[in-house]
């Protein structure tokens, strides 16, 4: 028998899956130019072609905000249940929320 993988990822192959004519392509020039100003309001969508700075899958399609930056990353604060995370997120996993009023983060 071999035995059932523990690795960071082991469990992702539906959640981190992107379309067939969307794979191998690398983001848009536009995703990366994105300057995020702090107390943004951020949305955590995970690229799966981009490894560098990938947070965590549970974090996937979480809502959270802007603090700073740390070199090319973000650092963003998300809340997981009654606790308040730090996560350092690259701009290839983040999205600007199209209602920005949610400060209460």
């Not at 071999?2 to 469990?11: C, D, E, N, T």
């Not at 990353?73 to 701009?91: C, H, N, Q, T």
């Amino acid at each position: 028998m071999v035995r059932a993988p523990r690795g960071l990822r082991h469990r992702t192959r539906k959640l981190l899956r992107k379309n067939v004519r969307e794979r191998g392509s690398i983001p848009p020039l536009s995703l990366l130019l994105v300057e995020y100003k702090e107390g943004d309001v951020v949305h955590i969508k995970i690229n799966p072609s981009v490894h560098e700075g990938m947070p965590h899958r549970r974090y996937h399609g979480r809502t959270g905000v802007i603090v700073g930056r740390r070199g090319l990353s973000y650092i963003v604060k998300v809340m997981a249940g009654d606790k308040e995370k730090i996560l350092f997120v690259r701009p290839e996993h983040l999205r600007l929320a199209s209602s920005n009023q949610l400060k209460s983060i």
